[in-house]
């Protein structure tokens, strides 16, 4: 293993394989491949690889994070402006 590599940079910092690295970061706490990336300073693709060679699916949503967030959390969809969420009401001139 190549001391530069993110396969060793993983074992030597949080003392696991990359399997149970991805399957905690990446389907335990839901984390993205750029936030996963972000995480181990490398990049996307990278990590992208790793879920590819570890035999994990990739996840496929075809929602974007905000709309997922505002489909989970019921204050956002009021229709009354609040002080929580100023936004919460459609907005059209």
């Known amino acids: 293993?190549?001391?530069?590599?993110?396969e060793y940079k993983i074992f030597k910092t949080y003392k696991k394989t990359v399997e149970s690295f991805l399957e905690e970061y990446y389907i335990e706490r839901n984390y993205t491949p750029s936030q996963i990336a972000e995480i181990l300073s490398c990049s996307r693709f990278t990590v992208n690889r790793l879920i590819r060679e570890s035999s994990i699916p990739p996840k496929k949503t075809g929602k974007p994070t905000c709309?997922?967030?505002t489909e989970k959390n019921k204050q956002f969809k009021s229709d009354k402006i609040n002080q929580i969420n100023v936004l919460s009401k459609s907005w059209v001139a």
């Open 1 to 6: 293993m190549n001391p530069l590599s993110v």
């Open 67 to 69: 709309i997922r967030y």
